[in-house]
Protein backbone atom coordinates (compact mmCIF):
# COMPACT_ATOMS: atom_id res chain seq x y z
CA UNK A 1 0.00 0.00 0.00
CA UNK A 2 1.33 3.22 -0.93
CA UNK A 3 0.81 5.78 1.49
CA UNK A 4 1.38 9.58 1.13
CA UNK A 5 1.06 12.13 4.21
CA UNK A 6 0.39 15.32 3.59
CA UNK A 7 0.55 18.57 6.20
CA UNK A 8 -2.95 18.59 6.28
CA UNK A 9 -6.50 17.75 4.80
CA UNK A 10 -6.45 20.82 2.04
CA UNK A 11 -3.30 19.73 0.35
CA UNK A 12 -4.14 16.07 0.43
CA UNK A 13 -7.79 16.69 -0.99
CA UNK A 14 -5.85 18.48 -3.87
CA UNK A 15 -3.79 15.49 -4.78
CA UNK A 16 -7.14 13.50 -4.61
CA UNK A 17 -8.55 15.90 -7.08
CA UNK A 18 -5.67 15.67 -9.00
CA UNK A 19 -5.56 12.05 -9.61
CA UNK A 20 -9.45 11.73 -10.21
CA UNK A 21 -9.16 14.63 -13.03
CA UNK A 22 -6.28 12.98 -14.56
CA UNK A 23 -8.23 9.74 -14.59
CA UNK A 24 -11.38 11.60 -16.19
CA UNK A 25 -9.20 13.17 -18.51
CA UNK A 26 -7.40 10.17 -20.25
CA UNK A 27 -10.30 7.53 -19.80
CA UNK A 28 -12.94 6.84 -22.80
CA UNK A 29 -15.81 6.33 -19.96
CA UNK A 30 -14.41 6.81 -16.58
CA UNK A 31 -16.00 5.11 -13.58
CA UNK A 32 -15.33 6.49 -10.59
CA UNK A 33 -16.54 5.21 -7.47
CA UNK A 34 -17.36 7.59 -4.69
CA UNK A 35 -17.87 8.13 -0.90
CA UNK A 36 -19.79 10.47 1.39
CA UNK A 37 -19.18 12.23 4.60
CA UNK A 38 -17.28 14.98 5.76
CA UNK A 39 -14.38 12.96 4.03
CA UNK A 40 -14.41 13.72 0.21
CA UNK A 41 -16.34 16.98 0.84
CA UNK A 42 -13.58 19.01 -0.19
CA UNK A 43 -12.16 16.36 -2.48
CA UNK A 44 -15.79 17.27 -4.37
CA UNK A 45 -15.36 21.44 -3.59
CA UNK A 46 -12.06 20.73 -5.57
CA UNK A 47 -13.50 18.78 -8.64
CA UNK A 48 -16.20 21.37 -8.76
CA UNK A 49 -13.90 24.15 -9.16
CA UNK A 50 -11.62 21.97 -12.15
CA UNK A 51 -14.82 21.57 -13.47
CA UNK A 52 -15.62 25.24 -13.61
CA UNK A 53 -12.43 27.36 -14.00
CA UNK A 54 -10.21 24.09 -15.96
CA UNK A 55 -13.40 22.58 -17.91
CA UNK A 56 -12.77 19.28 -16.37
CA UNK A 57 -15.52 17.30 -18.09
CA UNK A 58 -17.66 15.04 -16.32
CA UNK A 59 -20.19 14.22 -19.66
CA UNK A 60 -18.46 10.91 -19.64
CA UNK A 61 -18.15 10.27 -16.10
CA UNK A 62 -19.95 6.89 -14.68
CA UNK A 63 -20.39 6.65 -11.50
CA UNK A 64 -20.96 4.33 -8.38
CA UNK A 65 -21.39 5.40 -4.62
CA UNK A 66 -20.14 2.84 -2.03
CA UNK A 67 -23.21 2.81 0.05
CA UNK A 68 -27.07 4.21 0.61
CA UNK A 69 -29.13 3.91 4.19
CA UNK A 70 -32.00 1.77 3.61
CA UNK A 71 -35.54 3.25 4.45
CA UNK A 72 -34.62 7.03 3.16
CA UNK A 73 -36.24 8.28 -0.18
CA UNK A 74 -33.74 10.10 -1.89
CA UNK A 75 -34.82 13.62 -1.20
CA UNK A 76 -34.11 13.06 2.50
CA UNK A 77 -31.33 15.55 3.77
CA UNK A 78 -29.66 12.52 5.44
CA UNK A 79 -29.34 10.26 2.62
CA UNK A 80 -26.28 10.06 0.41
CA UNK A 81 -28.78 10.97 -3.26
CA UNK A 82 -29.14 14.54 -1.60
CA UNK A 83 -25.31 14.25 -0.53
CA UNK A 84 -24.09 13.69 -3.57
CA UNK A 85 -26.72 16.05 -5.78
CA UNK A 86 -25.79 19.01 -3.22
CA UNK A 87 -22.09 18.53 -3.33
CA UNK A 88 -20.60 17.25 -6.68
CA UNK A 89 -23.70 16.32 -9.01
CA UNK A 90 -25.83 19.32 -9.36
CA UNK A 91 -22.79 21.48 -9.81
CA UNK A 92 -21.14 19.63 -12.91
CA UNK A 93 -21.86 18.10 -16.02
CA UNK A 94 -22.46 14.67 -15.24
CA UNK A 95 -24.95 12.94 -17.25
CA UNK A 96 -28.25 11.86 -14.09
CA UNK A 97 -28.40 8.70 -16.41
CA UNK A 98 -24.77 7.72 -15.56
CA UNK A 99 -25.30 8.18 -11.53
CA UNK A 100 -26.12 4.78 -9.69
CA UNK A 101 -26.81 5.31 -5.93
CA UNK A 102 -28.55 1.83 -4.08
CA UNK A 103 -31.60 2.61 -3.36
CA UNK A 104 -32.70 2.61 -0.01
CA UNK A 105 -36.15 2.22 -0.84
CA UNK A 106 -35.88 -1.03 -2.86
CA UNK A 107 -38.57 -3.58 -2.79
CA UNK A 108 -36.29 -6.81 -3.23
CA UNK A 109 -33.03 -6.14 -1.45
CA UNK A 110 -31.20 -8.83 -2.37
CA UNK A 111 -32.31 -8.54 -5.87
CA UNK A 112 -30.94 -4.85 -6.17
CA UNK A 113 -27.66 -5.68 -4.43
CA UNK A 114 -27.24 -8.52 -7.45
CA UNK A 115 -28.01 -5.56 -10.14
CA UNK A 116 -25.79 -3.15 -8.55
CA UNK A 117 -22.92 -5.34 -8.81
CA UNK A 118 -23.69 -6.60 -12.83
CA UNK A 119 -23.55 -2.67 -13.60
CA UNK A 120 -20.46 -2.17 -11.96
CA UNK A 121 -19.20 -4.55 -14.51
CA UNK A 122 -21.48 -3.42 -17.47
CA UNK A 123 -19.92 -0.14 -17.09
CA UNK A 124 -16.05 -1.86 -17.33
CA UNK A 125 -15.27 -2.15 -13.73
CA UNK A 126 -14.08 0.87 -11.30
CA UNK A 127 -11.41 2.58 -12.28
CA UNK A 128 -11.05 4.29 -9.03
CA UNK A 129 -13.07 3.66 -5.74
CA UNK A 130 -13.02 7.06 -3.49
CA UNK A 131 -12.88 5.49 0.64
CA UNK A 132 -13.40 7.08 3.91
CA UNK A 133 -12.38 5.47 6.96
CA UNK A 134 -14.57 4.98 9.82
CA UNK A 135 -12.77 5.08 13.62
CA UNK A 136 -13.84 0.96 13.98
CA UNK A 137 -11.70 0.61 10.57
CA UNK A 138 -15.16 0.12 8.45
CA UNK A 139 -14.98 1.15 4.30
CA UNK A 140 -18.13 1.54 3.03
CA UNK A 141 -20.93 0.37 5.43
CA UNK A 142 -18.51 -3.06 6.00
CA UNK A 143 -18.29 -3.07 10.08
CA UNK A 144 -16.17 -4.87 11.53
CA UNK A 145 -16.16 -8.88 11.22
CA UNK A 146 -17.61 -8.38 7.53
CA UNK A 147 -16.01 -11.38 4.92
CA UNK A 148 -13.70 -9.57 3.18
CA UNK A 149 -15.29 -11.72 -0.11
CA UNK A 150 -18.54 -9.77 0.39
CA UNK A 151 -20.16 -8.49 -2.29
CA UNK A 152 -23.18 -5.69 -2.33
CA UNK A 153 -25.54 -6.41 0.77
CA UNK A 154 -27.68 -5.07 3.40
CA UNK A 155 -25.96 -4.29 6.13
CA UNK A 156 -26.99 -3.56 10.51
CA UNK A 157 -24.92 -0.49 11.29
CA UNK A 158 -22.64 -0.85 14.77
CA UNK A 159 -24.04 2.70 17.26
CA UNK A 160 -20.71 3.94 16.85
CA UNK A 161 -21.43 4.06 13.25
CA UNK A 162 -24.40 6.01 13.68
CA UNK A 163 -23.39 8.11 16.45
CA UNK A 164 -20.34 9.05 13.89
CA UNK A 165 -23.51 9.84 11.17
CA UNK A 166 -25.80 11.44 13.58
CA UNK A 167 -24.14 15.36 12.25
CA UNK A 168 -25.94 14.48 9.02
CA UNK A 169 -29.38 14.08 10.88
CA UNK A 170 -31.36 16.02 13.29
CA UNK A 171 -30.71 13.36 15.95
CA UNK A 172 -28.88 9.94 16.89
CA UNK A 173 -32.60 8.65 16.80
CA UNK A 174 -33.00 9.28 13.20
CA UNK A 175 -29.90 7.84 11.73
CA UNK A 176 -31.18 4.42 10.17
CA UNK A 177 -30.12 0.89 11.59
CA UNK A 178 -29.10 -0.85 8.21
CA UNK A 179 -27.49 -0.04 4.91
CA UNK A 180 -27.24 -1.46 1.74
CA UNK A 181 -23.10 -1.38 1.15
CA UNK A 182 -20.56 -2.22 -1.88
CA UNK A 183 -18.80 -5.44 -0.23
CA UNK A 184 -15.22 -5.21 0.38
CA UNK A 185 -14.77 -8.05 -2.52
CA UNK A 186 -16.23 -5.50 -4.42
CA UNK A 187 -14.24 -2.29 -3.40
CA UNK A 188 -10.82 -4.45 -3.83
CA UNK A 189 -12.37 -5.39 -7.38
CA UNK A 190 -11.33 -1.49 -8.45
CA UNK A 191 -7.99 -0.62 -10.31
CA UNK A 192 -7.32 1.62 -7.82
CA UNK A 193 -8.37 1.92 -4.55
CA UNK A 194 -8.30 5.67 -2.99
CA UNK A 195 -8.47 5.83 1.17
CA UNK A 196 -8.94 9.16 2.75
CA UNK A 197 -8.64 9.82 6.56
CA UNK A 198 -7.87 13.23 8.18
CA UNK A 199 -7.76 14.10 11.82
CA UNK A 200 -6.39 12.64 15.30
CA UNK A 201 -9.67 10.68 15.70
CA UNK A 202 -8.74 8.19 12.49
CA UNK A 203 -4.99 7.76 13.76
CA UNK A 204 -5.88 4.36 15.70
CA UNK A 205 -7.99 2.96 12.57
CA UNK A 206 -5.14 4.24 10.09
CA UNK A 207 -2.51 2.25 12.17
CA UNK A 208 -4.53 -0.63 12.30
CA UNK A 209 -5.35 -0.67 8.68
CA UNK A 210 -1.87 -0.27 6.94
CA UNK A 211 0.36 -1.63 9.45
CA UNK A 212 -1.78 -3.94 11.69
CA UNK A 213 -2.77 -7.67 10.40
CA UNK A 214 -5.52 -8.52 7.53
CA UNK A 215 -8.45 -8.75 9.95
CA UNK A 216 -12.22 -9.01 9.09
CA UNK A 217 -12.01 -6.92 12.70
CA UNK A 218 -10.61 -4.11 10.34
CA UNK A 219 -12.19 -4.04 7.42
CA UNK A 220 -9.70 -1.26 5.64
CA UNK A 221 -7.00 -3.85 6.30
CA UNK A 222 -7.79 -5.55 3.40
CA UNK A 223 -6.88 -2.99 1.00
CA UNK A 224 -3.36 -4.50 1.91
CA UNK A 225 -4.01 -7.27 -0.58
CA UNK A 226 -4.95 -4.62 -3.29
CA UNK A 227 -2.11 -3.67 -5.98
CA UNK A 228 -3.05 -0.10 -6.06
CA UNK A 229 -4.22 1.02 -2.89
CA UNK A 230 -2.83 4.09 -2.09
CA UNK A 231 -3.73 5.69 1.49
CA UNK A 232 -4.19 9.82 1.59
CA UNK A 233 -3.83 11.05 4.83
CA UNK A 234 -3.05 14.70 6.84
CA UNK A 235 -0.01 14.55 9.85
CA UNK A 236 -2.75 14.16 12.53
CA UNK A 237 -4.43 10.62 10.88
CA UNK A 238 -0.68 9.27 10.40
CA UNK A 239 0.19 10.03 14.05
CA UNK A 240 -0.08 6.31 15.07
CA UNK A 241 2.10 4.79 11.51
CA UNK A 242 5.46 3.32 12.98
CA UNK A 243 7.08 4.25 9.43
CA UNK A 244 6.02 7.83 8.48
CA UNK A 245 9.74 8.66 7.70
CA UNK A 246 10.16 5.70 5.15
CA UNK A 247 7.03 6.67 3.38
CA UNK A 248 7.83 10.24 3.25
CA UNK A 249 11.14 8.85 1.98
CA UNK A 250 9.39 6.55 -0.66
CA UNK A 251 6.73 9.23 -1.91
CA UNK A 252 9.58 12.16 -2.44
CA UNK A 253 11.77 9.17 -4.56
CA UNK A 254 9.35 7.41 -6.55
CA UNK A 255 10.38 7.05 -10.28
CA UNK A 256 8.45 9.24 -12.60
CA UNK A 257 6.66 6.33 -14.05
CA UNK A 258 5.06 5.14 -10.96
CA UNK A 259 4.18 8.97 -9.97
CA UNK A 260 0.06 9.08 -9.84
CA UNK A 261 -0.23 12.45 -8.93
Not at 31 to 36: K, P, Q
Request: glycine content about 6%; aromatic content about 8%; some cysteine.
Amino acid sequence: MQVIIQPDSEQASLLAAQLIAKIIREKEKPVIGLATGNTPLLLYQLLVKMHREEGLDFSRVISFNLDEYLGLPPEHPGSFHHFMWKNLFSQVNIKPENVHIPDGLTRNIEAHCQQYEEEIKAAGGLDIQVLGLGTDGHIGFNEPSSSLSSRTRIITLFDQTRKDNAIFFESEDQVPYHAITMGIRTILEARICLLMAFGEKKARAISLAVEGPVTTMVPASALQFHPKAISLLDKEAASELRLTDYYQWAYEHQLPEWREF
